[in-house]
């Protein structure tokens, strides 16, 4: 039962008191009325409040908790992060992983079986998430896609990709070409 980041508040939401929060795993669905998320700038300092609703976005939510009854109220928790015990977090079916989940693992292209590197940063785009692998020659930038990413074992720390056509010349530096 350990604490989980959910993301940061990004400010309120109409004249009741409910909190916009960025940052929000994607896949998850909500925590259930009644669930106790603390709020601050870590979950060791946050204050805890109780959820009264919750509504999921793509990759934010708007949370209502018992004791934020105003739009000003809400304001004043902008830029704290949101944290709640990982039991009570609902997913979707199918997998999703948090950034911090991600970075760490290290990453093996299955055709090959060479192992290319670890994940040091997760890019958030509009189209898809991209990794950026920090491989032996330099940055590798991965696509999270389902025809790229094959497997993510969290608890081996282990990625297996498969490199498409195009993905490894995209990724690849021409240095003999600089000199003409």
């Given at each position: 039962m350990a604490d989980k980041y959910i993301g940061s508040i990004s400010g309120s939401r109409g004249v009741a008191g409910e909190i916009l929060v960025k940052?929000?795993?994607e896949g998850m669905l909500a925590?259930?009325?009644?669930?106790?998320v603390k709020i601050g700038y870590s979950a060791?300092?946050?204050q805890e409040y109780i959820v009264e609703r919750w509504r999921a976005n793509k990759r934010s939510s708007v949370i209502k908790v018992e004791g934020i009854d105003s739009k000003e109220t809400a304001h004043t928790?902008?830029?704290n992060?949101?944290?709640?015990d990982e039991d009570l977090i609902k997913f979707e079916v199918g997998e999703s992983f948090s950034v911090g989940d991600i970075e760490g693992c290290t990453v093996k292209n299955i055709d090959s079986g060479a192992e290319l590197g670890t994940i040091k940063e997760v890019m958030i785009l509009p189209a898809n998430d991209v990794w950026v692998i920090a491989g032996v020659g330099g940055d590798i930038f991965i696509p999270?896609?389902?025809e790229v990413v094959l497997s993510v074992d969290l608890d081996a720390r282990l990625v297996e990709i498969k490199m498409i056509d195009g993905l490894a010349e995209a990724n690849m530096t021409n240095d003999e070409d600089s000199d003409e």
């Open positions: 940052e929000v795993p925590l259930a009325a009644g669930s106790v060791s300092f946050g928790l902008k830029e992060g949101i944290f709640a999270v896609i389902d």
